[in-house]
């Protein structure tokens, strides 16, 4: 395959950057300050509601004029883009409150209107909230959609500790499957069917490395939980830098598309990368599966999924429609003898016999 020369490309990373505790009451300052003070602010349900004693003052006291808000209970692109475009003319931002969601249709409505989104995390249950794509139905599918990488990113940590713990274990899920992600990455590469960036590589690399490698792995502690933040930004940064998702999603991922597609009861995102990572990492043969097995037993993450193990008869359907989702797309699962191989893994590693089962 041919490919152009490199092209010089402007990296977009996050202007305002908020990670403390105490920082939801002070958006409407932050806003302020930059001169945004009309905004339409989009909610996870349920969030409002929890959120409001704090928000709410902030943006009063600042004098930022809420001009529009709903909770956000679809993802269809045809809603959205109809709802963006009959935004108030005085928008100057679109604010994100909550989790996926939210997030991915206020990035996106913020895109099209090419106007500045401030991305405010409940959880750190996926590196969405810094990415610059959104996941979004796109014809009756879920696809990931172009978008633009936040203006801003104010991550509460008092919010974030008051969140399930579902949602800490699905943020580790979806921080360890950079491994693989990586590794698919440079084999599409290697055999030309995919450009590497090195520079993105490393951020992703480093995004795991500041995780994992800097303290305990109690995903309880405050400091566990603003590491996980700072990683999953990283992350988001290096699929900005890269110009595709590639840092963070491979096989794992298509994996966990399938299951939604396929599944009785699909599981939180990271629950479902996090499972399929380990399967993909022995697929592999990586050189760091026992890392993937180490950080996903140490931080209980094994023990979580154990309690509710996911459907084998879901999982072995997701393997089989996951080489089919992206179209030139190479991953460990292109290879024509993946599947077969992924079944002897499942059925004879100790591990997976616990965590996927019929």
């Known amino acids: 395959m041919f490919y152009a020369p490199y092209p010089n490309k402007q990296i977009n990373i996050p202007y305002l950057l908020k990670i403390g505790s105490g920082k939801v009451k002070k958006i409407g300052k932050y806003l302020a300050d930059k001169n945004l003070v009309n905004a339409a602010v989009f909610w996870s349900e349920g969030i409002q509601h929890l959120l409001s004693e704090r928000f709410y003052p902030g943006m009063e006291e600042n004098k930022v004029k809420i001009v529009y808000e709903q909770d956000v209970r679809f993802i269809n692109i045809e809603e959205i883009t109809k709802i963006t475009f009959n935004l108030p003319k005085t928008t100057d931002v679109i604010i994100g409150i909550g989790g996926g ?12 209107l090419r106007l500045p989104f401030i991305s405010v995390p409940t959880s750190t249950s996926n590196d ?29 940590l008092d919010v974030i500790k008051e969140s399930p713990q579902i949602c800490l274990y699905s943020g580790v899920g979806d921080m360890v499957s950079k491994i693989t992600a990586l590794y698919d990455w440079k084999q599409a590469a290697e055999r030309g069917l995919d450009r590497y960036n090195d520079f993105a590589s490393l951020m992703s ?28 930004l990283t992350s988001g940064i290096a699929m900005e830098i890269a110009g595709s998702s590639r840092p963070a999603s491979g096989s794992e991922h298509l994996i966990s598309h399938g299951l939604d597609a396929v599944s009785r009861r699909p599981r939180m995102h990271g629950l479902q990368v996090g499972v399929a990572t380990y399967l993909c990492a022995l697929l592999q ?19 979580y999924i154990k309690q509710d193990p996911l459907s084998k008869d879901d999982f072995i359907k997701a393997l089989q429609m996951a080489p089919t989702i992206k179209a030139n797309y190479y991953t460990v699962l292109s290879e024509p003898d993946s599947f077969a191989r992924a079944l002897q893994i499942i059925d004879k590693d100790t591990i997976l016999n616990q965590i996927i089962r019929y």
């Open 101 to 112: 969601k939210a997030l991915d249709f206020a990035k996106f409505c913020a895109h099209l």
């Open 128 to 156: 969405g909230f810094c990415s610059p794509n959104s996941s979004l139905i796109v014809d009756g599918k879920r696809k990931t959609v172009k978008a633009s990488i936040p203006f801003g990113v104010v991550a509460d």
């Open 205 to 232: 690399y480093n995004s795991l490395t500041l995780l994992f490698n800097k303290h305990s792995t109690n995903i309880n502690e405050t400091s566990f939980q603003r590491s996980l933040v700072n990683s999953l």
């Open 285 to 303: 043969n990586n050189p760091s599966t026992s890392y993937v097995r180490d950080i996903l037993s140490v931080t209980g993450f094994f023990n």
